[in-house]
């Protein structure tokens, strides 16, 4: 299924749970485990991400996030630039760099590998498809 053919989802019910910008510009935010923990960029989230309700809860800044709601097609971009930059870190990775330690993307106190940080994208992205492809087969 390609994200074109999802498209015709955006904004409606799919049996209880919303699938629309949101749902992408979450998976966005999941990017930070890349571009903060595992690459270490300065600044790993991208103003079109949106955080949820305990990001600002948990005192960090959410200045950065963009206040509109971003339009599907940002979103759909932004996601291939952040799959892309999954896609050049996974061809170039090595066996000494996966047991490399970072601090935690959600939680920098703590310390966890760069392979702990691939897994918890893979398990993410994983359920999240799931759940998208039920709702959408829901709706067929």
């Not at 409606?12 to 930070?32: E, H, I, P, Q, W």
């Not at 690459?39 to 809860?57: I, K, M, N, T, V």
């Amino acid at each position: 299924m390609t994200l074109d053919k999802t498209a015709t989802f955006v904004d409606r019910d799919l049996r209880g749970a919303r699938f629309n910008r949101s749902t992408l510009a979450g998976a966005v935010m999941r990017g930070v485990d890349v571009s903060g923990a595992i690459l270490r960029l300065p600044q790993p989230f991208h103003p079109l991400g949106q955080p949820d309700a305990e990001y600002a809860a948990a005192g960090y800044d959410t200045s950065i996030f963009a206040t509109d709601q971003p339009t599907f097609t940002a979103v759909r971009e932004l996601r291939a630039e952040r799959q892309a930059m999954m896609r050049d870190f996974l061809a170039t990775v090595t066996p000494d760099l996966l047991a490399e330690s970072r601090p935690a993307a959600w939680s920098p106190e703590h310390q966890q590998s760069v392979l702990r940080c691939l897994h918890v994208i893979f398990d993410e992205e994983w359920a999240h498809l799931r759940f998208a492809l039920r709702d959408i087969d829901a709706q067929r």
